[in-house]
């Protein structure tokens, strides 16, 4: 059974940093895309944003131009664990993050087969 499981999310104050983990078990870890997403307060799943994705093979990583410089996602893949460290949050980011997986990196909700629970992150101003 596939699982993707999220912690790391909670309040914070704009300026502030959270570090977002994703435990995933039941798939081949090393050979799938691992992804962010957020769905903001009052949006459908359908909108949600992809944030930053990285393949674990090879380590590539992509940013949402909204996030580039300030999150940076990161793999242990010893662990099967996916990291989002987010600095210098804003208000703009509050949202349910979700952990998803595919095997490539995809922009849209539909692209991904797997996915956590979400973890909400709160950013206050």
């Known amino acids: 059974e596939v699982q993707l499981v999220e912690s790391g999310g909670g309040l914070v104050q704009a300026g502030g940093s959270l570090r977002l983990s994703c435990v995933a078990s039941g798939f081949t870890f090393d050979n799938h895309a691992m992804s962010w997403f957020r769905q903001a307060p009052g949006k459908a799943r359908e909108a949600r944003e992809a944030?930053?994705?990285?393949?674990?093979?090879?380590?590539?990583?992509y940013y949402a131009d909204s996030v580039k410089g300030r999150f940076t996602i990161s793999s242990d893949n010893a662990k099967n664990t996916v990291y989002l460290q987010m600095n210098s949050l804003e208000p703009e980011d509050t949202a349910v993050y979700y952990c998803a997986a595919s095997t490539y990196c995809g922009i849209y909700e539909y692209e991904f087969d797997y996915w956590g629970q979400g973890t909400q992150v709160t950013v206050s101003s």
């Open positions: 944030v930053s994705c990285i393949s674990v093979g090879d380590g590539s990583a």
